[in-house]
């Protein structure tokens, strides 16, 4: 029931900088795990960056130092900042939530492609993010 949307993809340059984000329609965030995930086949999907409850945030090491996942509750709306973009950080990004009862924040980063789906129960659509080189 949750609805995600993501918008800010698009090209970019090496080097430079995107933000993205997710609106989320009627989603408590105070309860709710959230994340970004990309895929740029034929690499398998990976979680990116996540966001729990409390404002605890965690990273992939691949974008660790150079994404910063926020979220803003009054707006309803989760962000990626996505600074000294690389040409490997091309590719569809998702947002993505976990339900009632999902896997832990702490958790789902470092997971096969395999698992997240379990994971999250709620995911966008994807926008596209292109980093030319």
């Known amino acids: 029931r949750v609805q995600l949307e993501e918008f800010g993809g698009g090209s970019a340059q090496a080097g430079s900088s995107l933000r993205l984000s997710c609106e989320a329609s009627?989603?408590?965030?105070?309860?709710?795990?959230m994340g970004w995930y990309r895929h740029a086949p034929p690499q398998e999907r990976e979680g990116v960056a996540a966001?729990?409850?409390?404002?605890?945030?965690f990273y992939a090491d691949s974008v660790k130092g150079r994404f910063i996942i926020s979220q803003d509750n009054a707006k309803n709306t989760l962000y990626l900042q996505m600074n000294s973009l690389k040409s490997e950080d091309t590719g569809m990004y998702y947002c993505?939530?976990?339900?009632?009862?999902?896997?832990?924040?702490?958790?789902?980063?470092?997971?096969?492609?395999?698992?997240?789906?379990?994971?999250?129960?709620?995911w966008g659509s994807g926008t596209l993010v292109n980093v030319s080189s």
């Open positions: 966001i729990d409850s409390g404002g605890n945030t």
């Open positions: 993505a939530a976990a339900g009632d009862g999902g896997r832990p924040c702490l958790f789902v980063l470092g997971r096969t492609s395999d698992a997240h789906y379990r994971d999250m129960a709620y």
């Open positions: 009627e989603y408590t965030y105070d309860t709710y795990c």
